[in-house]
């Protein structure tokens, strides 16, 4: 038996790599490897951010920041006061790795790759002296007596505090289920909305600021909507697919949802509007120049699914088209059937049961000396660098703690 380590990592992905690095920095004498069961580590944060790594966001109030998270938002304000999107950029600045804030908020290497921020962990990781073990897959622990047990499909490890980092794996789950913890089960979070509508057909690219609500449910979001090759993208879909991960599983990804192409006007506003442009433009053909800030193909596409002709001028216009021209706007039903995943980027809403977990040591309050850190709990949060700062901020909160204790 391998009694090497003071701390076994499971699972060398961003909140592992994060958490060691962290706890030989601050112990130097603790002995501290991560097994891995892949050939390669980092494989996430490889592909992340389009191959650029989005680390984190440029929001750096804790009670504004767990706002991005639909499931966590509560469990994460503690932690974010310790170590917040802030204190990422001065660890990485530290690192030797220097983050740069682009327009909508996100933040990336000023490399633009991710390779910088792998070069930085596995830098970090030789200086250090943690043993970086790959194909080395967990398939049990067990505590015994004062020490816990470990066991991968070459090896047996003796270690007396473990820290889970193993992401979304089901099998892991499993295991820690069959010792006593909940899971709350696994569904996707972040897609796109699979929509085969003649209203959007051949439009993909077009965008307009829209608000969009689900049928029968509560979930609604506004934002940039983008009319894809499937459907409709965006970050106010992600918002819904986000925020509506579990109820949508349960519709089997069947639903209605209505769109505002209009986002904040009202359907009365928006019949005012078009009476005075009836008025103002009467000589004027509708269909050519989109009134509102809509790209004028999808004005078009909106003016005939009104049961308006191409030719026809504002003063043409029946009582019962302006009707239908307003309902189009301001309540269009699209029918969804199926998702699809955004720029291949997913994460998984569920995880270990956040009330098992002791957010001010990431300790398990199931399995003491059991430590978790990112993706495997029950949190995960929209597009944009959230998921990360998740995996960082646990990692150091673990890495603290398991010194401490
Ligand atoms: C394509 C894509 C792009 C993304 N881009 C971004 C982005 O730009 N910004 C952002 O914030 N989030 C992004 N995310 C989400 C982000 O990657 C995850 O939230 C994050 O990687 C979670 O980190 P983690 O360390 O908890 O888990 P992971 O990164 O999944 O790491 C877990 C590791 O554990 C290993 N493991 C699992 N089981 C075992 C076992 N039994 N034994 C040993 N090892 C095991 C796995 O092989 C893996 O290496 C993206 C996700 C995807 C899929």
Not at 130 to 146: A, N, W
Not at 213 to 234: C, D, Q, R
Not at 270 to 290: D, G, N, P
Request: net charge neutral.
């Amino acid at each position: 038996m391998n009694s090497k380590y003071d701390i076994i990592i499971v699972g060398g992905g961003a909140a592992g790599f994060f958490a060691a690095i962290n706890i030989v920095e601050n112990n130097p004498k603790t002995k501290v490897c991560i097994l891995e069961r892949g050939q390669e580590v980092l494989t996430k944060v490889r592909i992340s951010g389009g191959g650029r790594c989005n680390v984190t966001h440029a929001c750096f109030v804790p009670n504004d920041l767990v706002k991005f998270y639909p499931r966590g938002e509560k469990e994460l304000r503690g932690p974010f006061h310790q170590f917040c999107s802030g204190d990422t950029i001065d660890w990485f600045e530290k690192h030797g790795v220097e983050l740069k804030i682009e327009d909508d908020g996100r933040m990336f290497p000023v490399s633009n790759s991710s390779q910088t921020i792998i070069d930085c962990f596995l830098a970090a990781t030789k200086k250090l002296g943690i043993d970086v073990l790959t194909g080395q897959s967990v398939q049990s622990i067990f505590k015994s007596e004062d020490y816990w047990k470990v066991e991968t499909n070459h090896e047996t490890f003796a270690c007396k505090k473990i820290i889970m980092t193993t992401g979304s794996n089901p099998k892991i789950w499993e295991m820690l289920q069959n010792l006593g913890h909940s899971v709350v089960e696994p569904v996707p979070s972040l897609f796109t909305f699979n929509i085969k509508d003649a209203r959007i057909k051949d439009l993909m690219g077009l965008s307009a600021v829209a608000s969009v609500k689900v049928k029968n449910s509560k979930l609604e979001a506004s934002g940039p909507l983008l009319i894809t090759h499937w459907g409709m993208s965006g970050p106010g879909i992600l918002r819904l697919s986000a925020w509506g991960a579990r109820e949508l599983a349960d519709k089997k990804y069947q639903f209605a949802i209505v769109v505002n192409w209009l986002n904040d006007k009202t359907f009365e506003e928006t019949a005012t509007i078009l009476r005075e442009l009836k008025l103002e433009h009467s000589k004027k053909a509708v269909s050519k120049k989109s009134p509102f800030d809509l790209p004028n193909r999808l004005w078009e596409s909106i003016v005939l699914a009104s049961q308006i002709d191409a030719e026809s001028k504002w003063a043409d216009l029946t009582k019962n088209q302006l009707t239908n021209l307003t309902n189009q706007l301001t309540n269009a039903d699209f029918q969804v059937n199926g998702k699809s995943t955004f720029k291949e980027e997913f994460v998984t809403a569920g995880g270990i049961d956040l009330k098992e977990i002791n957010f001010k040591t990431m300790e398990s309050k199931v399995l003491p000396s059991l430590y978790f850190a990112g993706e495997i709990v029950n949190i995960d949060a929209i597009t944009g660098g959230f998921n990360f700062q998740n995996a960082w901020t646990s990692g150091f909160i673990v890495a603290n703690s398991v010194l401490e204790n």
